[in-house]
């Protein structure tokens, strides 16, 4: 197989970019490589070292797999990032898209842990198959692949500010310009009637039926909390061999929490934060570019049906004590943490990618680097000058 040729050629030289920051590590006093999340500021070389010797040691696990998954979070920017890699597809037949089928939803616990791994099966089969990657998206877990026989493949993802994320998800579903009816669909709770219902009454009104005011219900409540606040973490959690099911307990416990940081930091080779779709688009054609090469000319040159695909029109903005009740719903269930990893972690990929592929440096991501580090950043990664121009 071409493809995994191809990248079985990458992997030496991933082996030697990892022996190279091995040594540097070892000079700095960091003898063993992880991407961590929270901790202090390390020594950009010492800090570019770990990442790139953890990138080598991915990159190499995943050589023999054709597969990328993304298990996309909801109201995230996922339907954007599926859009430019379709006409990714269209235009070099490199990268092919499928996605779970509607008989996957609706499944609980080992039914759909089974019906997962099966269709993750599948398209490594169908990849390698075609002599190319194919890209599996769907709004699941996590799961470890090589539990079932399967190859490893490349995790990506996108994430989005907690608070923003919730509201958008709640106008979105309950939105009556999508659902003008009553719900027939999957989610029977989709739709402003069942909203009504919901919070106890029998019509909808958009000014009754807000999100401020769905949060003083508790029946509503608990419902954001199960359908929308646990998601993110559940989705990174992952699937167990031994159960097939996410622990559904509110606040989330410290150890679950954990465990969805860590898997975040070790099986994804890219998350995104939605703030910086353009860097994370120049990002993944460097890290990956037999697959995303020109991902960020089709997002810049698109029009909205790319740009704003699936966009939530119809958001009200919240009252004050809307974001303060959201607040206490995103610290009880470990979203802020795992945001706060995702974007750190996001800032030591970038930094990688500037010190492989010289154009990342002409762009400026202030989420990563501060003005005070901005000289030794440049230093570590090669460029001249980190903030040449102003991330858009």
């Given at each position: 197989?071409?493809?995994?040729?191809?990248?079985?050629?990458?992997?030496?030289?991933?082996?030697?970019?990892?022996?190279?920051?091995?040594?540097l590590?070892?000079?700095?006093?960091?003898?063993?490589?992880?991407?961590?999340s929270?901790?202090?500021?390390?020594?950009?070389?010492?800090?570019?070292?770990?990442?790139?010797?953890?990138?080598?040691?991915?990159?190499?696990?995943?050589?023999?797999?054709?597969?990328?998954?993304?298990?996309?979070?909801?109201?995230?920017?996922?339907?954007?990032?599926l859009?430019i890699m379709?006409k990714?597809?269209?235009?070099?037949?490199?990268?092919?898209?499928?996605?779970?089928?509607?008989?996957?939803?609706?499944?609980?616990?080992?039914?759909?842990?089974?019906?997962?791994?099966?269709?993750?099966?599948?398209?490594e089969?169908?990849?390698?198959?075609?002599?190319?990657?194919?890209?599996?998206?769907?709004?699941?877990?996590?799961?470890?692949?090589?539990?079932?026989?399967?190859?490893q493949?490349?995790?990506?993802?996108?994430?989005?500010?907690?608070?923003?994320?919730?509201?958008?998800?709640?106008?979105?579903?309950?939105?009556?310009?999508r659902?003008?009816?009553?719900?027939?669909?999957?989610?029977?709770?989709?739709?402003?009637?069942?909203?009504?219902?919901?919070?106890?009454?029998?019509?909808?009104?958009r000014?009754?039926?807000?999100?401020?005011?769905?949060?003083?219900?508790?029946?509503?409540?608990?419902?954001?909390?199960?359908?929308?606040?646990?998601?993110?973490?559940?989705?990174?959690?992952?699937?167990?061999?031994?159960?097939?099911?996410?622990?559904?307990?509110?606040?989330?416990?410290?150890?679950?929490i954990?465990?969805?940081?860590?898997?975040?930091?070790?099986?994804?080779?890219?998350?995104?934060?939605?703030?910086?779709?353009?860097?994370?688009?120049?990002?993944?054609?460097?890290?990956?570019?037999?697959?995303?090469?020109?991902?960020?000319?089709?997002?810049?040159?698109?029009?909205?049906?790319?740009?704003?695909?699936n966009?939530?029109?119809?958001?009200?903005?919240?009252?004050?004590?809307?974001?303060?009740?959201?607040?206490?719903?995103?610290?009880?269930?470990?979203?802020?943490?795992?945001?706060?990893?995702?974007?750190?972690?996001?800032?030591?990929?970038?930094?990688?990618?500037?010190?492989r592929?010289?154009?990342?440096?002409?762009?400026?991501?202030?989420?990563?680097?501060?003005?005070?580090?901005?000289?030794?950043v440049?230093?570590?990664?090669?460029?001249?000058?980190?903030?040449?121009?102003?991330?858009q």
């Amino acid at each position: 197989m071409v493809l995994r040729l191809r990248r079985g050629r990458q992997a030496g030289s991933f082996a030697q970019v990892a022996l190279m920051a091995s040594i540097l590590m070892i000079i700095a006093g960091f003898g063993a490589y992880t991407v961590r999340s929270a901790r202090p500021a390390l020594d950009p070389h010492a800090e570019l070292a770990d990442t790139a010797a953890w990138y080598a040691d991915y990159m190499a696990r995943s050589s023999s797999s054709s597969l990328i998954v993304y298990n996309r979070v909801g109201k995230c920017g996922s339907t954007t990032l599926l859009r430019i890699m379709s006409k990714l597809h269209e235009r070099r037949q490199l990268l092919m898209l499928r996605s779970l089928s509607r008989n996957f939803w609706g499944l609980h616990g080992d039914e759909m842990l089974e019906r997962w791994v099966h269709q993750l099966l599948v398209a490594e089969a169908k990849g390698r198959a075609q002599n190319t990657t194919l890209v599996i998206n769907g709004h699941a877990a996590w799961v470890n692949l090589t539990e079932h026989g399967g190859q490893q493949p490349i995790y990506i993802n996108m994430l989005r500010d907690p608070i923003s994320r919730i509201k958008s998800t709640f106008y979105y579903l309950h939105s009556p310009d999508r659902h003008p009816g009553r719900s027939k669909g999957r989610d029977p709770m989709a739709g402003p009637h069942a909203l009504a219902k919901l919070m106890g009454n029998k019509h909808f009104a958009r000014s009754k039926h807000t999100l401020t005011k769905c949060l003083r219900v508790r029946e509503c409540r608990d419902y954001v909390v199960q359908t929308y606040v646990l998601r993110p973490v559940h989705q990174f959690y992952g699937m167990t061999p031994d159960s097939g099911k996410h622990p559904t307990d509110y606040p989330v416990k410290p150890a679950t929490i954990q465990r969805a940081v860590r898997i975040m930091e070790h099986e994804y080779l890219l998350v995104i934060p939605l703030d910086e779709l353009d860097a994370g688009l120049l990002l993944l054609e460097c890290l990956l570019p037999q697959e995303f090469k020109g991902a960020l000319q089709i997002y810049q040159t698109g029009d909205e049906s790319t740009s704003r695909a699936n966009s939530n029109n119809s958001t009200t903005l919240p009252a004050d004590e809307d974001v303060a009740a959201l607040r206490k719903l995103v610290e009880g269930s470990g979203e802020a943490r795992l945001y706060s990893a995702a974007q750190q972690r996001f800032c030591r990929m970038w930094r990688l990618g500037q010190s492989r592929c010289p154009r990342l440096c002409a762009t400026a991501v202030r989420l990563c680097d501060s003005a005070s580090r901005a000289a030794a950043v440049a230093a570590a990664t090669g460029c001249a000058a980190p903030y040449a121009v102003a991330s858009q």
